[in-house]
């Protein structure tokens, strides 16, 4: 029996004895009720790892416990999970910070949200280990989930299995034993954590760093199984583009790589175009505005129909044009691709790019190297970027779907934050003196690496 069960055993009985049930839980029951005790102590223990201020979330409708059985938790049932959510505000262990809602009328609400009381962090603060090292990734959830518009939102919809599905789950699934034969983590100053944790908590398109989020679900859009197909919920495509440096595999340093020009040379690939030598986004204003152009360029790619207004994100005061004038812009730059704007086959090209991801994960899963997808780009130990592997690799992907070549970035990666030189195996070579600063400026990094290598 682990820790975290010991104590949720401990909690079963203490709430029981509080209770003032007129009949005792069936054998059945009891074990729902302590697996739902269990769940709900694991979700607060690993938010603690997260913020002091974490909070928790439940779902209190009970449609959600008898819905979908393909995505949902088999052994959490809606009276045991409120049997056990009730019991722990009844021994005044939890407090709940925000009422759930859900508003009719604009098809939207929130979950109720928690927090743990000061007796319960104690009691879980007493486990000697990090929840990411210790508690085992179920590789049985479903992986492979599809999404449809229902009433104006996003809902995970059921589906029949084919030839497809079970190979992409299949490959999944080598990719995520792959990952979590290995420790991934960020190598950065103690004094960092925090304000890195609450910038991304401001950020509404990320996510705090959960580094229990060891493995990938593929995520599929419009009830089509050929559109989005991307790769989701490592903790790591959270983390901000200047902080990804400090990835580290296995406690070595790591390289990214991305493709240039991804989904301009799909769409021209796609529709048998020539896209030129002259970058794609570069060629519209001028390098000094890359940035903001691919944004539009995506943007526009990416909707149903035309954009009247300009989308939110994009900044156009430093360019001098009008959202007009910017759109015009790229259809001109982009003549043989024009008609192809404003069709809403951005998920499409999604699929496209999951499809070549797919192929460069499993082709290093098979060798037992994770490959960390961001979308476009792959993280991976500084070796297979050296040697020149991972290149290889994607380009290899992308001309077995178009049958074109395509270019690829680096990102070389030979020095660590604290500037501590990195030898030819990706290990620190540090002085006495680094070694005693290192232990102090990184000793969560450190602990977490010395867990790993002991467990």
């Not at 476009?376 to 050296?386: A, K, Q, V, Y």
């Not at 680096?410 to 500037?419: M, P």
Request: charged share 30%; with cysteine.
């Amino acid at each position: 029996m682990t820790k975290i069960s010991e104590i949720a055993k401990k909690l079963s009985e203490r709430i029981t004895n509080a209770e003032t049930r007129k009949r005792s839980r069936t054998a059945d029951e009891y074990q729902r009720f302590l697996y739902a005790i269990e769940y709900i102590l694991t979700d607060i223990w690993k938010s603690s790892f997260i913020h002091p201020e974490s909070e928790c979330s439940i779902h209190k409708h009970n449609n959600y416990y008898s819905s979908n059985p393909r995505y949902r938790d088999p052994n959490l049932t809606y009276k045991m999970t409120m049997n056990a959510f009730d019991g722990l505000q009844l021994l005044n262990l939890i407090v709940v910070t925000k009422d759930g809602y859900y508003d009719r009328t604009k098809m939207q609400g929130g979950l109720t949200r928690y927090r743990a009381r000061e007796e319960l962090l104690e009691m879980l603060n007493e486990i000697p280990e990090h929840p990411a090292i210790h508690l085992k990734p179920n590789l049985d959830a479903e992986t492979i989930l599809l999404r449809n518009e229902v009433d104006g939102r996003k809902v995970l919809v059921d589906y029949e299995e084919d030839a497809f599905t079970e190979k992409a789950r299949n490959s999944l699934r080598t990719i995520n034993q792959c990952f979590i034969r290995h420790w991934v983590d960020l190598r950065i100053l103690d004094k960092d954590v925090l304000a890195l944790q609450e910038r991304l908590f401001d950020n509404s398109e990320k996510q705090p760093i959960d580094l229990t989020k060891r493995t990938l679900v593929r995520i599929f859009s419009n009830n089509s199984f050929e559109e989005g197909g991307r790769f989701y919920r490592g903790w790591w495509q959270n983390v901000p583009s200047e902080y990804r440096p400090f990835i580290t595999i296995d406690s070595k340093a790591t390289s990214e790589h991305d493709y240039s020009q991804l989904n301009p040379n799909m769409i021209y690939s796609v529709y048998n175009k020539e896209l030129g030598s002259e970058d794609a986004y570069s060629r519209v204003a001028g390098p000094e505005y890359r940035d903001v152009v691919k944004q539009a360029f995506n943007a526009m790619f990416q909707a149903t129909k035309t954009l009247e207004r300009k989308p939110d994100g994009i900044e156009l005061d430093a360019i001098g044009m009008s959202w007009r004038e910017l759109k015009e812009e790229i259809l001109n730059a982009h003549k043989p691709i024009k008609d192809y704007f404003f069709k809403g086959l951005g998920n499409r090209l999604q699929f496209e790019d999951s499809i070549i991801a797919e192929n460069v994960m499993l082709q290093f899963a098979k060798m037992d190297a994770p490959a960390l997808p961001i979308h476009d780009s792959f993280i991976m130990h500084h070796g297979f970027s050296t040697y020149g592997e991972l290149e290889e690799a994607m380009r290899r992907a992308f001309h077995d779907r178009f049958h074109r070549d395509i270019g690829v970035s680096k990102d070389f990666v030979i020095k660590h934050k604290s500037n501590i030189p990195i030898d030819k195996d990706g290990l620190a070579t540090p002085s006495f003196e680094d070694i005693i600063n290192a232990e102090n400026d990184y000793s969560q990094w450190r602990n977490r690496d010395d867990m790993w290598m002991s467990r």
